[in-house]
């Protein structure tokens, strides 16, 4: 069966620090990947997708910036963090031979930015 | 205006109630429709599918009307465990693009005893 993994949980960061969260999935291959951020009182934003390694497609300028090294594995970055990339950050796999297949998603990040 | 929206509500409603979400969507093209249930501070799950027919899980029904471009979730015989966070969610991919989407942001749904 799939699983994914998300980490780390929870995180408190000043701000201008870097950053890094790792998703791996396990059970799959060449799954679409997805890192999505739900700030306190909104929806859900999506912020990258992924398709494959290195085809990355971002929905939103901004300082964050994902990698996917390995097929299975999707890491959202920043150099510098500000006060407004504080939230809820989640990864999540879908299969790929499914057009908008069902999501599956990590436990979550819940990034506080100080 | 948005790609998903929906009524954030809250929607408070007694044990055994009928209670329906709606949700609007922006792009017609859009392929495929889902409703997530979010617990609070827990990451969304896959309520259902939506087809263009309709379809019916146990005491959930969803709707779509392409031609209004709108979805539609109604829970029969409400139960305290319903309650959670219901996220309309739209595929906006075209082709190749499987990965597009987007989630509205949720409606608030509390079950009294």
């Known amino acids: 069966s799939q699983t994914i993994h998300q980490w780390p949980a929870t995180l408190v960061q000043p701000v201008g620090s870097p950053l890094s969260l790792e998703c791996t999935v396990e059970?799959?291959?060449?799954?679409?990947l997805y890192w999505y951020r739900q700030a306190a009182g909104r929806g859900l934003q999506l912020l990258f997708y992924s398709i494959g390694i290195d085809q990355i497609s971002s929905e939103v300028p901004q300082n964050l910036s994902a990698s996917r090294p390995q097929d299975r594995q999707f890491i959202l970055s920043s150099k510098k963090l500000l006060l407004s990339d504080s939230g809820f950050y989640l990864c999540?796999?879908?299969?790929?031979?499914?057009?908008?297949?069902?999501?599956?998603f990590g436990n979550g990040t819940r990034l506080t930015v100080t | 205006r948005k790609e998903v929206e929906q009524d954030p509500g809250p929607f408070n409603v007694p044990e055994g109630a009928t209670v329906a979400f709606n949700c609007t969507y922006s792009?017609?093209?859009?392929?495929?429709f889902f409703w997530y249930r979010q617990d609070c501070r827990k990451e969304p799950k896959l309520l259902m599918s939506v087809y263009s027919s309709g379809n019916e899980d146990g005491r959930f029904t969803a709707q779509l009307n392409r031609a209004s471009q709108y979805i539609s979730l109604l829970i029969r015989d409400s139960k305290l465990s319903d309650s959670a966070t219901y996220l309309c969610?739209?595929?906006?991919?075209?082709?190749?693009?499987?990965?597009?989407?987007?989630f509205g942001r949720g409606t608030q749904l509390t079950v009294w005893p």
């Open positions: 792009n017609s093209a859009s392929q495929s």
């Open positions: 999540a796999w879908s299969l790929p031979q499914v057009p908008g297949g069902t999501l599956h």
């Open positions: 059970g799959t291959s060449n799954p679409n």
């Open positions: 969610v739209v595929n906006m991919g075209r082709g190749s693009t499987l990965g597009r989407l987007y």
